[in-house]
């Protein structure tokens, strides 16, 4: 004989949710999946967004479990999905199709599981939503992405056309062994390279610990070796995110050596 299918004990461990706070649940959750889907298609994928699963479960824990201090803990791992600065990364290597389909499948069968169960299994049913959610992000990241990944800027920036940003992106400040190159921004920013003012120069972006750099994290610092007769920086870089015009830092200064000679207006 065939048991009996109870589809109630796939929802009855999470009844004492309210219909409004599971419509939010519900929101945030397809939110969140269309921002994987978004940062996808520009060739991007989750890396500490992946806290929004573990967030999710967590507010549907709180009336659960009657733990107020629950839906504190999920609410700060949802936050830090979405404003971390590397909730996203780029893409290094294409990731396959089979991590996707084992969450789905493993989702699929203990929610299979739960249905044909006669006895509530709380554990169980939270475990297969947490590998349903995962398993369709995984799925949309390996379907969307970019066939090639984004191009890591470099020697060609330079003589590209390039637009200076009405608001910096870069800062710089000076000290007595060069100038320091920070990120101001609020996102991640590929740097092509760089340049004294008036010399006809390529270096690479160097770290505080002379290790060469790529990319330049939200407030993060790089050094720039620079004398006390340079009177400028040129940096070329392009936002993480998206494929947007290069873009051109331009910093100039009277140099230390010339500061006598220096008129103020």
């Known amino acids: 004989m065939t048991p009996d299918i109870h589809w109630a004990s796939l929802l009855s461990p999470i009844a004492q949710v309210t219909v409004p706070f599971g419509v939010t649940v519900c929101l945030l959750t397809a939110y969140w999946l269309l921002r994987v889907a978004r940062e996808a298609r520009w060739g991007f994928v989750p890396h500490v967004a992946w806290w929004a699963v573990p967030g999710v479960l967590l507010l549907l824990l709180t009336p659960v479990l009657d733990v107020p201090a629950l839906f504190g803990v999920g609410a700060g791992l949802l936050l830090l999905a979405e404003f971390w600065p590397r909730a996203y990364v780029p893409l290094r290597s294409r990731p396959g199709r089979a991590w996707p389909l084992v969450g789905l ?41 970019p066939r090639r990944p984004a191009r890591v800027l470099g020697f060609e920036a330079r003589w590209k056309v390039a637009v200076t940003p009405e608001w910096p992106d870069l800062s710089v400040s000076l000290s007595a062994t060069g100038a320091h190159l920070k990120n101001v921004s609020r996102g991640t920013l ?76």
């Open 190 to 265: 590929r740097v092509a390279g760089w340049s004294p003012a008036g010399v006809n120069a390529w270096y690479r972006l160097r770290g505080e610990d002379g290790r060469a750099m790529n990319v330049l994290q939200a407030g993060q610092t790089a050094f720039l070796p620079l004398d006390d007769q340079d009177r400028g920086v040129r940096v070329w870089y392009a936002p993480e995110r998206g494929r947007e015009t290069t873009r051109l830092f331009r910093a100039d200064w009277t140099p230390p050596a010339r500061a006598a000679q220096r008129v103020l207006n």
């Open 105 to 145: 499948i493993t989702g699929g069968v203990l929610a299979l599981a739960v249905i044909r169960s006669e006895q509530v299994q709380s554990v169980a049913t939270f475990v297969a939503m947490a590998c349903l959610l995962a398993g369709t992000a995984g799925l949309l990241v390996t379907l969307l992405l």
